[in-house]
């Protein structure tokens, strides 16, 4: 080994991506260790050469991880970079998703990423320099896409998780790699469509038309051997020079471009209508029932107080776990013990909610009380991932469920994830808050609008859940229409300070030329990333722009058949004088 090239450790090696890296760095006279869950699946092997190293490791399975790390610095003495690519990619609605294939992909997208940089501190630690991980994400971290509520969840968190604990440790630096669209032949492990989604009635659904796209993708635009080139290096540079996120390709530029934008214009949009939510009478004409998971918290118990004052009608959910319960009679208010968090145990409370009113309006999810999650054992992380996100996701999936089923069609209902903002917590408090707002946000778009459930998050300061003023702001915002409910929204100084502060971080990172060029350069040669940049902000400018005026739309439709136009000349003229 020369004293210019470095050991590099690759997870999800058997990928598109991680065969030409490894390929690549192996010309270049670098060492690699080219890991993955089914070894034999490698298209070469380690009699190709002496500085090839292949080992088995299942991210799902903690000691795999330790001891392919400890093998390999074992064979070479030291890593120096570690490239995080295993993932899953299995998509659908969030309720064909099984509760034990919907943590094996939160699995495999968050926790197992999240090991492997711990074991890589370590070394890096020992090494006593810095060592460098790249963990390789996609645009779904940032789009909320329907079909990908868990999928985009996990790697929203990921992203988050991976640069929140390399500021603590000084001999790691994070970067997290967005590459757009690059595989030959792309595949999706595509979940059965659960037949409400597929009913007749509900006409040309958005979920319905990704499910046909993906049945059939085209190739992806993005040329594989140059986006590890560029890895590559980026590996060389100086590690204070290097940014958090990295974008490869014009179609991950042009995503996280668009969504950045629309960030902003939808968090002053949402505090316009909070606005005149505040103003507005909470009296409905209808006596509401409301299904309250974790009551007993602050926020909780205001909730149900200031409901039952109302004439509401309530479901108070507590864990079963938890000493302190509501002390509270009402005979509008039904109390309800909950078992535990998995879907089928908050469907049949809420089956038992309905059969005691008749029916089911509202489900807020307040946020769980807890732990300050300050520690770093993993049992402490996973209870805290337990409490913060799969409470709501999971009360969610059976709320959606509950409400289409159980209403009568159309009635619908709504849904309200809320976040609370935590001071002195540990990143893993963000992180999964992250991941309930990016999750939450996914499921919104992939419910059919004939069904009229509305799907919000709402962060709300801490110092404001016991202000009965934040009860009656939920209770008219029960009452916004379906077009109008936002599906993010904070309440309080401090969440909205921090929503602006993590979407201009974002806007930050896309909005130079240089990140465009870099970014375009990776796509094929016969691609024109320019049009495919104006076409991608086109179009999702026109798709999730907050009520945009009919001039508006009326020009970013001129700009979209525009960009498209150009896209098809362009391309077609390169196509017949550019080799694939």
Request: one cysteine or more.
């Amino acid at each position: 080994m020369s004293d210019t090239s470095k050991v590099w450790f690759l997870t999800g090696a058997t990928s598109n991506f991680g065969v030409a890296l490894t390929r690549t760095l192996l010309k270049a006279g670098h060492c690699v260790v080219a890991t993955a869950r089914s070894p034999s699946k490698l298209p070469f092997t380690e009699e190709e050469s002496d500085a090839l190293m292949i080992l088995p490791l299942d991210v799902s399975d903690p000691s795999s991880i330790s001891v392919a790390f400890d093998a390999a610095k074992k064979r070479f003495g030291r890593i120096d970079v570690v490239v995080n690519k295993a993932g899953s990619n299995a998509v659908g609605e969030l309720e064909a998703l099984s509760d034990e294939r919907a943590r094996g992909i939160f699995t495999t997208q968050f926790w197992g990423p999240a090991r492997v940089q711990e074991e890589a501190a370590k070394i890096f630690t020992a090494q006593g320099d810095q060592g460098l991980i790249f963990n390789i994400t996609s645009p779904a971290a940032v789009f909320p896409g329907p079909l990908g509520t868990i999928m985009c969840a996990s790697k929203a968190a990921s992203e988050v998780w991976t640069l929140a604990r390399a500021r603590g440790l000084p001999s790691v630096v994070a970067v997290n790699v967005r590459p757009g669209g690059f595989e030959e032949h792309p595949q999706a492990d595509l979940k059965e469509q659960p037949p409400a989604y597929g009913a007749k009635d509900l006409g040309r659904t958005v979920s319905a038309t990704l499910r046909s796209a993906m049945g059939n993708q085209p190739p992806g635009i993005g040329d594989v051997h140059k986006m590890v080139a560029q890895l590559v290096a980026i590996a060389d540079q100086p590690r204070n020079q290097l940014q958090s996120a990295i974008l490869l390709g014009s179609e991950s530029y042009g995503v996280s471009r668009a969504m950045a934008l629309k960030q902003i214009a939808h968090i002053s949009h949402s505090q316009n209508i909070l606005r005149s939510v505040k103003t507005a009478s909470t009296r409905s004409s209808i006596a509401r029932v409301w299904f309250v998971s974790n009551a007993n918290t602050t926020l909780g118990q205001t909730l149900v107080r200031v409901l039952l004052a109302a004439g509401s009608r309530v479901a108070a959910v507590t864990p079963a776990n938890e000493t302190q319960s509501l002390a509270i009679a009402h005979d509008h208010l039904l109390l309800v013990r909950l078992q535990d968090l998995s879907v089928a145990s908050i469907t049949s409370a809420m089956d038992e909610a309905v059969e005691r009113f008749g029916r089911l309006d509202l489900v807020v999810n307040a946020p769980s009380r807890g732990p300050g999650s300050q520690g770093d054992s993993w049992d402490l992380l996973h209870g805290a991932v337990d409490r913060i996100f799969w409470s709501s996701m999971n009360t969610s999936s059976a709320g959606v469920k509950t409400l289409r089923e159980r209403n009568p069609t159309g009635a619908g209902g709504r849904i309200f994830n809320i976040l609370a903002t935590e001071s002195g917590v540990g990143p893993i408090v963000s992180t999964m808050n992250k991941a309930l707002e990016v999750g939450t946000i996914a499921l919104s778009r992939e419910l059919p609008r004939k069904w009229n459930i509305g799907v919000s998050a709402i962060t709300i300061d801490g110092d404001l859940h016991a202000d009965d003023e934040t009860a009656r702001t939920l209770v008219a915002m029960a009452e916004l229409s379906y077009s109008i409910l936002p599906s993010q929204l904070s309440i309080g100084s401090q969440s909205l300070a921090l929503a602006q502060y993590a979407a201009q971080i974002e806007l930050d990172e896309t909005c130079s030329e240089q990140v465009m060029a870099r970014a375009m350069a990776m796509d094929r040669d016969y691609i024109d990333g320019r049009a495919r940049v104006g076409l991608y902000l086109s179009i999702f400018t026109l798709i999730i722009s907050p009520s945009p005026s009919h001039f508006t739309m009326f020009i970013l439709v001129l700009s979209t058949v525009g960009w498209g136009l150009r896209l098809v000349a362009v391309e077609t003229f390169k196509r017949l004088f550019t080799r694939k």
